[in-house]
């Protein structure tokens, strides 16, 4: 008998997931596509885009973002090329050497 270990996510976390569940869900509706027709072009199953849009945390956040950009939900509070923005700005500050990176207080909150 196996056991599934219970995991608890913070309220900022669920809040995030529900937002973007909730706004995935209406984007779906205004553009008149059926859970089945989104499903298909993400390429995933109906029951997976129904977690989706039902805020289930074990959904692989990979997913979560194709179907957000598939029915144009913006996923960084702007549209793609800022989260272009922000992956190329986080890769180029990992290429820095470690003496010179900005110095980080436990109280900041990520921004690129």
């Known amino acids: 008998m196996?056991?599934?270990?219970f995991?608890?996510?913070a309220s900022g976390t669920r809040a995030a997931l529900e937002l973007l569940g909730k706004r995935i869900?209406?984007?779906r509706k205004a553009r008149r596509f059926?859970?089945?027709?989104?499903?298909?072009?993400?390429?995933?199953?109906r029951s997976t885009l129904?977690?989706?849009?039902q805020e289930d945390p074990r959904?692989?956040?990979?997913?979560?973002?194709?179907?957000?950009t598939i029915v144009?939900?913006?996923?960084?509070?702007?549209?793609?090329?800022?989260a272009r923005r922000h992956a190329e700005a986080a890769a180029a500050l990992a290429l820095l050497p470690q003496a010179i990176r900005p110095t980080r207080h436990p109280d900041?909150?990520?921004h690129f």
């Open 72 to 82: 144009g939900v913006p996923t960084f509070g702007d549209e793609g090329p800022s």
């Open 59 to 68: 959904v692989e956040i990979g997913l979560v973002f194709e179907a957000a």
């Open 7 to 9: 995991r608890t996510y």
């Open 108 to 110: 900041d909150v990520d």
């Open 50 to 53: 129904q977690r989706v849009e």
């Open 2 to 5: 196996s056991r599934q270990k």
């Open 34 to 45: 059926s859970e089945t027709a989104l499903a298909e072009r993400v390429g995933i199953a």
């Open 25 to 27: 869900r209406l984007a």
